[in-house]
């Protein structure tokens, strides 16, 4: 993981990272004996450049054939645009992530290039922001604040900026939460936004302002009392009286019903307590991303290390979620980079062999055809968008193999 702390007041501008960077790699030529910060075996090794390849080929095809185009789910093997359909939608940053990703990894302009015609159409929904909800997160984080990581420009911090105060605008300090939807929908936290929270300590660290620390460190302490249950499996939704702040119930979400276990949802809380750890030191985090994790596995080791869509649901119909494991791939390798040495085999084993399972069962390599994951869910009671490609999984795969690469760079 290679992390960028903004708050060095000494820190170089984007070009001068670049060059870091590059630098960097010169010392790295032998990247699997000087960087490998998971320590996978060779055997693993191999078959990481073997993905590589078939995902760099196919990703650079796509850049070429989607321009700044929004994908979401194909029809018959091609994306549309989401963006011209649904500008605020929630999932219009993800290609920009993988265009990102994919530029910090190769340099080759043609990514950054798509990255930046999408970032800017996206300045329509952050104009019209009544339409946007807790998930400018995933939006900014991968467009603007990624931009403004690696090159610095600073059009794209204030984008991000802007972003982070309408998130942090969304706190309700009543019931110490940040809303997830917006009207009658007020009341309603959800385990997704832990995976937005990384806006708010950017902020913080950009504009030394612990503020927007505050908000996320209550969110999370929430989220840890309402969402989180005790034997690491977590629920979708809690809700609220959004005026007294009262506790009302957990209703169910997108899983298969309220009490349930959401895969998705229990993948967010694993990458989104590693990363509050990684913001905050505070170990009660740590513990409960553990926790999710050992749960998450133990879930993934009877069901050949491929995600159900959510696991106490009934036996049939079997429907998958690739994307929760894919996720999960990325949060268990986040999680290892914050154990001791001797607990970082667990989790770096278990993202591998979900990885590995997800490759060998559900990718198209093709690069004439839109997507790579298959059988991504995106919730339980909905045909349209059940086990099919979702753009939600295919950044996450990308990001899962350039860490095993040690070339991702933290988007989050
Ligand atoms: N953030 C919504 C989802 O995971 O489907």
Not at 123 to 143: C, I, N
Not at 268 to 273: D, E, F, K, P, R
Not at 332 to 359: F, G, M, N, W
Request: net charge negative.
């Amino acid at each position: 993981m290679q992390y960028v702390n903004e708050l060095d007041m000494n820190k170089p501008n984007g070009d001068e990272r670049q060059a870091e960077e590059r630098q960097e790699k010169g010392r790295c030529a032998n990247r699997y004996s000087l960087c490998n910060p998971y320590g996978i075996d060779e055997k693993t090794q191999r078959w990481v450049e073997k993905i590589w390849e078939k995902l760099s080929v196919k990703l650079e095809a796509e850049c070429i054939r989607l321009g700044t185009m929004m994908p979401y789910v194909p029809v018959n093997g091609k994306y549309e645009d989401m963006g011209q359909r649904e500008l605020s939608a929630w999932t219009n940053g993800f290609y920009s992530g993988i265009l990102w990703q994919m530029y910090h990894a190769t340099k080759k302009e043609c990514f950054k290039n798509a990255a930046e015609g999408i970032e800017k159409r996206l300045d329509a929904a952050l104009a019209e922001y009544t339409k946007l909800d807790h998930d400018v997160g995933f939006l900014w984080l991968h467009t603007a604040v990624a931009d403004y990581r690696l090159t610095g420009n600073e059009s794209s911090r204030r984008r991000g900026l802007h972003a982070a105060g309408i998130l942090a605008g969304r706190y309700n300090p009543a019931g110490r939460y940040i809303k997830a939807w917006n009207g009658e929908r007020s009341g309603i936290a959800i385990v997704d936004c832990l995976m937005n929270l990384p806006l708010l300590y950017w902020a913080s660290e950009q504009l030394s302002d612990n503020a927007y620390r505050q908000i996320a460190v209550n969110h999370t302490e929430m989220a840890l009392h309402y969402i989180l249950r005790p034997d690491g499996s977590c629920n979708h939704m809690v809700d609220f009286n959004p005026v007294t702040g009262e506790y009302r119930g957990n209703p169910g979400g997108q899983g298969y019903e309220s009490g349930s276990s959401w895969s998705r949802g229990q993948a967010w809380a694993i990458y989104g307590m590693a990363l509050a750890y990684r913001y905050t030191g505070k170990e009660a985090y740590l513990d409960a991303a553990k926790r999710t994790a050992h749960y998450f596995c133990a879930n993934l080791a009877v069901h050949d290390y491929i995600p159900l869509l959510d696991f106490r649901a009934p036996e049939q119909p079997v429907y998958y979620d690739t994307t929760a494991g894919a996720c999960a791939a990325c949060g268990l390798l986040e999680l290892a980079e914050h154990v001791k040495p001797l607990e970082k085999d667990l989790y770096v084993k278990s993202s591998i062999r979900c990885l590995q399972a997800l490759t060998e069962n559900f990718c198209v390599w093709n690069p004439e055809e839109d997507a790579i994951l298959s059988h991504g869910s995106a919730r339980y009671d909905r045909a349209s968008d059940r086990e099919v490609p979702i753009i939600y999984g295919d950044y996450f795969l990308t990001e899962a193999i350039l860490r095993l690469r040690n070339q991702d760079f933290l988007i989050w």
